[in-house]
C-alpha cells in the first residue's frame, strides 16, 4: 500500500510493485483486490499499471490501523471486510494456513455468532467486529484463559481511553450495568495440542437503540456519552492484549488476574449461576489463580466455577 501511497495519482506497473516488494505479480493481483474489497479507489490500465485515486467511503481500513500500531505481531497482518457472514468463522477457515496474530475485521457481520448459539447483531456504523487468530503452545486446560486475558486487555484499554468498565465473569464487559461488549473464544484442537484458537470480540461502539429482548441489558459507548475512535481503540487494544497475552505464554497469569479482580462486576456479591439445571444464587468470593471463579454456596461451601453464565 505505501507502494501506492508514494507514487498517487501516478501509474505503477505490476512488475515494478512486485520487484520492489519481492512478491509474484499474481501476489500483487490478490493484494490490489484486496485494497479494492476495502475501499480503495484503485484504477488498473493494462499495459501501463495501478493508480491510487482515493478512498470511496470513510470506513477504515487495515492499512490506518497497521500504521502506528506499536505490537509485534498482533494485528500486524489484517484481513478487513466491508461485510461477512462472521468474522469468527472466517478466522477458524483460514487459521490452518495463517500466521499468530493475524486479524479479521468486518463493518458488518450478517450471522455474527454470540455464546451459547445466541446471534451477535452486528449492524454497519454501530460496532466494532474482530477476530484474532492464536496459536499457542499451551495445554488445552489453559486455553479459556484466553477470554480472560481479551477481558482484561479490553478494560484497560478502555481505561486508557477515559471510559470506566467491569468484566461480569467470565466474558461480558459491562458500562453503567449494561453490556457494552462481548467475547466468543473458539478453538480447533488435537487430542491434546492446540491447532488454533480464535477469540472473537464484538463491541458496542455507536449503536443508538437495542432490540427489544436486549434493551434493559444492552448499551453502546456512545449511549454511555463516550465518542471512541474505532482505530485508536482498535490500535489500543492490539496492544494491551498482545502484552498479557505474552505475559501469559511465559507462564505468568499476575497481570491479567489482578485486572480481572480489580474490573470485576461480580466479586463480593451475591450472584445467580444459570445452568441447565436452572438459576443458583451463590455469593461472588473471588477469582483464583487460574481465572475461575469462586463462589459461596448457601450451605456455606466454596464451588470452583469453571465456566458458565452469572446473572447479577
Ligand atoms: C457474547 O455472546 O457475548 C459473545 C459475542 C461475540 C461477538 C463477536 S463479534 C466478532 C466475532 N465474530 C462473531 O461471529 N462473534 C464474535
Redo the contacts with the bound molecule.
Sequence with gaps: MDILIENMDIHISGEAISQQLGISRASVWKHINSLKKEGFEIESKSGIGYILLGKTDSSLTSYEIKRGLETEFIGQNIEYFKSID????FAKNIAPKSDEGMVIISDE?IS????VG?E?I?KENEGI???IILKPDIDIMNASFLTQVAGAAMVSSLEKMGVESTIKWP??IIVNGKKIS???TEMSAEIDQISYIVV???VNLYNQSFEEEIESKATSLKKEGYDIDKKEFLQRFFLEFEDLYKEFLSGDKESTISILRKKSAVLDKEVYIIDRTGKTKVYARDIDENGNLLVEKENGSIETIFTGEISI
Design positions: 462472521s468474522t469468527n468463522t457481520q455474527g455468532k454470540g455464546r445466541r451477535w452486528s467486529y474482530f477476530s466474558n461480558d462481548g467475547i466468543l472473537g470480540i464484538g
